[in-house]
């Protein structure tokens, strides 16, 4: 009958009919198979059985379900949930269920229901597969057992005095009764530092059949840190009877303590609406260089220049390092600019001190706010969708640039379409913001369009004492309203001009300045208003200010496809000369100025000179005013604008007339007209010749011009 019991019982889905009575191997189930006859199923098949079949509570047996499917080589089927359970309730479970594995085994752990108990019950296992139900049982025979905790004990000592050094390790002794060779007991060992991580006890499980067992408990990582003690607990396996140690642990000493992180690194003046505090962490370790909490640690600021605090107070703080053995302090910025550090000491004196923090302005100052151009020419009068970029580089008065994400305006005059605002963005320790431009709509007469940029800043300042901030009677650059100056010529134009009149835009939002503009030019140069600093007349006022509109100009010119040659030496032309006035420099309203007569090249000119020479021209592009334009008596034709960056020019001859560009191709980057050499040379036995230029833009427009050439004296000069 043992033997039957420890093997358990093998059964199928199948129900077996004639034969004697069952035995305590005989299934119980309900089956979907066939329930007559012999043969062959394949049906899958469920058996049952235990590690031991004496069960006491301090040896708990271990009951394992196997399923196999119903092929003839029996192979297992994993995946299969197993119900478990006993038939009278004399055991307890480990748990109700289990999974097979890749053996087709699902196993728990069976123990009495009570330590005491005594008699016979069968362990039952079912399954379900597909919808072959299945089911197989076990006896098993529970024995009373006596089982109990003597003492617990170490031999380090349970009293403070007596505390297991950091590091240290201890013998552990645990006497038992009831233990025999016929009742052996399992035992298992826990403690809180161990669950942590910080500690081991060696061996951690066991089965005994002896009464007394030696441990060896080890703090691996220096628990007495964060626990006085750590209570070691002995739990009999079945019965769940415990006993517990309280083992007092002496806390590590610290070794060192260094500075971790400063988040952010930088920080930005009090007000200046940037981030203005810093979280600085400092860490303690110990000789093993664990971390250590429960340590006192004092920080301190190495200066408290402008109002600078810590955990908001102007003094040293002190606090205790957290389970990670750190301790974090917030740096507050004040109202200067400087560089601080934080210092961080332990009782012991054992000190460190954080990295630089820099405290900075953060706001863009006007001297330090500059706005570039990829293309001061580009084709564009034509031609709609010509692409130029527009890039600011702004910093703050100490030359360091300003914060992520500072927001830069862009604004243009008619010509074009240009992004609205642009985020800073610091690259390799420059800030940086970019717009993208478009020519298109209605374009200027004078084919010369103003870009503004600008953002939220301060007036630049002279810093007479050195201490980084402005002080009362400073120089200062006083700005007034920002102006979209269409003529670019440093001057606020309210009413009409050649381009309409000139706009503003007033930080405070008034339409009337307030004050005459402190100008401090004369002695510092660097002070100086132009059309790339513009701002309107009395709108200042009269003070410093860290909330003003820094801005820059420039301008684009909007060149024409096509080319208009201007001779830009008229030495060897003939008296045929054609002549023509263009506007060569800002159009002001006051006296017309900066208009000049040049001559232009008609394609039908003659040019005198010896066998080899140098024809020298200014490549402009063909800008034209409309009639009347601008409004005055002189015969303007247009404004002297150069052709496209990127235009080439080349140049031909007719036989005996050697021709090469000396210079000028391709058109350079800029916004004045440039000048372009062709060089001629005829052979021996030519005098005359014609010279043909072609000036292609980037579009591919090409205009041609062409010219006699003569080996020999002029007859008349070009007046």
């Not at 009831?178 to 951690?204: D, M, R």
């Not at 100490?398 to 992520?404: F, Q, R």
């Not at 478009?438 to 953002?455: K, L, Q």
Request: glycine share 12%.
């Amino acid at each position: 009958m043992k033997a039957l019991l420890a093997l358990g019982a093998v059964v199928t889905g199948l129900v077996g009919c004639g034969g004697g009575g069952g035995n305590s191997g005989t299934p119980v189930f309900g089956g979907d198979g066939p329930g007559t006859g012999g043969g062959t199923s394949a049906t899958p098949t469920l058996s049952v059985s235990l590690s031991t079949s004496t069960v006491t509570g301090a040896t708990p047996a271990t009951v394992s379900a196997q399923v196999l499917d119903g092929s003839a080589s029996k192979n297992p089927v994993p995946g299969v949930v197993v119900q478990f359970s006993t038939a009278n309730g004399l055991g307890s479970l480990s748990a109700p269920s289990a999974l097979t594995d890749t053996n087709g085994v699902a196993s728990v752990t069976l123990a009495p229901s009570a330590s005491a108990s005594s008699g016979a019950d069968n362990v039952v296992a079912s399954a379900q597969i597909g919808t072959t139900q299945l089911s197989a049982q076990a006896g098993f025979q529970l024995t009373a057992t006596s089982v109990a905790f003597d003492s617990f004990t170490s031999d380090v000592g349970n009293s403070p005095a007596n505390a297991l050094s950091a590091y240290g390790q201890a013998v552990l002794s645990l006497s038992m009764t009831g233990v025999s060779e016929t009742s052996p007991v399992t035992l298992s060992f826990t403690s809180t530092c161990a669950g942590e991580g910080k500690a081991s006890i060696s061996p951690s499980s066991l089965t005994s059949t002896t009464g007394t067992i030696s441990l060896t408990y080890k703090d691996t990582g220096g628990c007495g840190a964060s626990h006085a003690t750590d209570t070691i607990t002995a739990t009999i396996g079945g019965s769940g009877k415990t006993q517990q140690l309280v083992m007092n642990l002496n806390s590590p000493a610290a070794n060192s303590i260094s500075f971790v992180s400063a988040s952010p690194q930088t920080i930005y003046l009090k007000g200046s609406g940037y981030q203005e505090s810093s979280q600085v962490v400092f860490k303690v370790v110990d000789s093993n260089n664990n971390p250590l909490p429960n340590q006192q640690v004092t920080m301190n600021l190495t200066t408290f220049a402008g109002g600078l605090m810590l955990n908001s107070v102007q003094t040293a703080v002190t606090q205790t390092t957290d389970g990670n053995g750190q301790v974090t302090a917030i740096v507050n910025s004040g109202t200067v600019p400087t560089p601080v550090r934080v210092t961080a000491a332990l009782t012991n004196g054992i000190s460190t001190v954080s990295n630089s923090l820099a405290v900075a302005v953060g706001l863009p100052s006007e001297l330090n706010f500059s706005l570039a151009q990829t293309t001061k020419n580009i084709e564009g009068m034509n031609v709609d969708g010509t692409t130029n970029t527009y890039t600011v580089r702004a910093a703050d008065r100490s030359g360091n640039p300003v914060p992520d994400g500072t927001s830069i305006t862009f604004w243009s005059e008619i010509g074009g379409q240009i992004s609205a605002t642009a985020q800073t963005s610091v690259t390799n320790g420059i800030a940086t913001a970019s717009a993208s431009f478009v020519s298109s709509g209605t374009r200027p007469a004078d084919g010369r369009v103003t870009v503004v940029s600008y953002a939220l800043g301060e007036e630049s300042f002279v810093d007479l004492n050195g201490n980084n901030k402005f002080d009362l009677g400073e120089p200062f650059q006083d700005l007034g309203d920002i102006v979209l100056d269409r003529l670019f010529d440093g001057l606020y134009d309210a009413g009409a001009t050649p381009n309409g009149g000139d706009q503003y835009i007033s930080l405070s939002g008034s339409a009337a300045g307030s004050a005459t503009c402190t100008n401090f030019s004369s002695t510092y140069p660097q002070f100086a208003l132009s059309a790339n600093i513009p701002s309107r007349p009395a709108t200042c006022s009269a003070s410093w200010s860290s909330q003003t509109y820094v801005r820059r100009a420039v301008e684009t010119v909007l060149s024409t496809s096509s080319a208009r040659l201007l001779w830009a030496s008229t030495a060897g032309l003939d008296a045929s000369c054609a002549k023509i006035t263009l506007q060569d420099g800002p159009y002001i309203e006051s006296s017309f100025g900066h208009f000049s007569t040049y001559t232009l090249a008609t394609g039908g000119d003659t040019w005198y000179g010896g066998s080899r020479g140098v024809l020298s021209f200014i490549v402009a592009d063909a800008n034209t005013y409309p009639a009347g334009y601008p409004g005055n008596d002189v015969p303007v034709v247009g404004r002297l604008n150069p052709m496209a960056a990127g235009t080439t020019i080349s140049a031909s001859g007719t036989t005996g007339l050697s021709v090469t560009v000396a210079g000028g191709s391709p058109v350079a980057n800029s916004s004045e007209a440039t000048t372009a050499g062709v060089s001629y040379e005829f052979d021996a036995g030519v005098t005359s010749g014609t010279v043909t230029v072609s000036v292609k833009s980037p579009g591919g427009l090409t205009t041609t011009y062409s010219v006699d050439v003569i080996a020999g004296a002029r007859p008349s000069s070009c007046p």
